[in-house]
């Protein structure tokens, strides 16, 4: 089956500690893009990738790294510098990066501050 | 400035009735217009999406959403309402030229009593 997979289903963060979150397509999709999900406020684009080796930020980059080696992944690291990192964190991935492309959404990691 | 308005945060409607969910967007053109599902804990589902023609579009699992650009509005409808239904729903909108970054509402929760 074709699809987005993100690893792992729940994450804990200790003070001053970077994760990553793992995100893999088997789609064969050009671009990948990651959201984070805060109660209320909708979901909001952190970093997008629309090829191999290139990616962009979003609206709310700051405490946040991604690198694109491979087209089928595209994971996120959390770093100490993001003071409020308790949300739930969605990846995406759209066919290429032309506008109205429609992104598919893997299950979700929800992370949780120790 | 761009955004996009889902005025309701909590919607309850009786099993069999009909829906409606709003959402509007300020921008100066015709953005591409997309509706999503999500269940509790899960990721995002697409129901439809409006690229162009047609001003009334069928998705999934019986809903249709109406373009309206007089209005700005791209109001999510349901003729009868099944108890699976209930969930959280998003509106949500590319801006053209912007890299096909998606623009979410803040969400509706909908709960269906039985």
């Known amino acids: 089956d074709g699809g987005i997979t993100q690893s792992p289903k729940y994450l804990f963060r200790k003070e001053g500690q970077n994760v990553t979150l793992s995100c893999e397509q088997n789609?064969?999709?050009?671009?990948m893009y990651w959201y984070r999900q805060d109660p209320g406020q909708g979901l909001r684009l952190i970093y997008y990738?629309?090829?191999?080796?290139?990616?962009q930020k979003g609206d709310i980059a700051e405490g946040y790294s991604v690198s694109r080696e491979k087209k089928e992944s595209f994971p996120l690291t959390v770093t100490s510098a993001q003071k409020n990192p308790t949300a739930f964190y969605l990846c995406?991935?759209?066919?290429?990066?032309?506008?109205?492309?429609?992104?598919?959404f893997g299950p979700g990691t929800r992370l949780l501050v120790l | 400035a761009q955004s996009v308005t889902q005025p309701d945060i909590h919607i309850t409607v009786s099993e069999g009735a009909s829906l409606e969910l709003r959402c509007n967007y300020s921008y100066g053109a015709t953005p591409y217009l997309f509706w999503y599902v999500q269940s509790p804990g899960q990721g995002l589902q697409l129901l439809l999406k409006y690229f162009s023609g047609d001003t009334l579009v069928q998705g999934i699992k019986g809903f249709e959403a109406e373009f309206k650009r007089s209005q700005s509005s791209f109001n999510l409808r349901k003729p009868s309402v099944h108890w699976s239904d209930a969930a959280e729903y998003f509106c949500a909108v590319v801006f053209t030229g912007g890299g096909n970054k998606l623009t979410f509402g803040t969400g509706t929760q909908l709960k269906v009593e039985l």
């Open positions: 995406a991935s759209s066919p290429d990066q032309g506008d109205g492309e429609t992104q598919y």
């Open positions: 789609l064969n999709h050009d671009a």
């Open positions: 990738s629309q090829i191999v080796n290139d990616f």
